[in-house]
């Protein structure tokens, strides 16, 4: 059996103990159904797993020891922006998810002209929680040790005007002639834009070029909303980052 690696807001250090917090503590208890002397990974996003083993268990509490801390992760050496329009839940938490597997470093959820979801403040609080969440167990199953950035959401324009110029600022487009492998290599940062499940409207698009966006295809074929910066990723990361 795999040894779990759960994720805590805690400080984590060599030799010391923790009660982890309910909603982890809860998963190991009720879901994995652990026992006292399981061995545990710990990790709070400092770039270092923590090996541990559970020494007491209650209805609500996990107390684990901590034994050592791993090596550190290295940083990406291809940082990786996505600003992401603002998809139907499925579809949303699916492009999250996987786009924290393949190494995305920051996100951004946006909202522009052509989005369905049309969500409250009140309900934006808890949605946020939730992508949060997302992008943990991300981490925690693809042992990522450095939690991607996820900011608040953006009307898209806000987005465009705020963001840092990097190497490659990318919006997928697919009419566009130039594609990935016909860019200079990357060798910092990269912002991908990629638009909502209607796209974006050629105001939007406009817009995003006239500040140096450079439109890029992924080949002859239409992505959905969800498939589209996976693809993208994947294939910045095999032409200029940890997948060479």
Excluded at 125 to 147: D, P, T, V, Y
Aim: charged share 25%.
């Amino acid at each position: 059996m795999r040894t779990p690696r759960i994720h805590t807001h805690q400080t984590l250090s060599p030799d010391s103990t923790l009660s982890l917090e309910e909603g982890p503590a809860r998963h190991l208890i009720q879901v994995l159904r652990l026992k006292a002397d399981a061995p545990v990974i710990l990790f709070n996003g400092d770039g270092h797993d923590y090996q541990g083993v559970i020494i007491s268990l209650g209805k609500r509490q996990v107390d684990i020891a901590i034994s050592e801390r791993g090596a550190q992760e290295s940083a990406a050496c291809l940082a990786i922006h996505l600003g992401l329009g603002i998809s139907k839940g499925e579809r949303m938490d699916f492009a999250i998810q996987k786009s924290v597997e393949l190494g995305v470093t920051e996100i951004t959820p946006l909202v522009s002209e052509r989005c369905v979801v049309r969500i409250s403040d009140e309900r934006m609080q808890k949605r946020i929680q939730h992508w949060q969440n997302i992008l943990i167990a991300a981490c925690e199953q693809s042992g990522r040790r450095r939690l991607p950035m996820l900011h608040a959401p953006l009307k898209l324009q806000d987005w465009i005007n705020k963001r840092e110029a990097q190497q490659h600022n990318l919006l997928l487009d697919h009419r566009s002639s130039d594609t990935l492998a016909s860019l200079s290599p990357a060798e910092s940062g990269t912002c991908l834009l990629v638009g909502p499940e209607g796209g974006l409207s050629e105001e939007e698009i406009a817009s995003a070029k006239r500040e140096g966006f450079q439109g890029v295809q992924l080949g002859p074929g239409v992505l959905r909303t969800e498939t589209a910066p996976l693809a993208a990723i994947a294939a910045m990361q095999a032409l200029w980052g940890d997948f060479r």
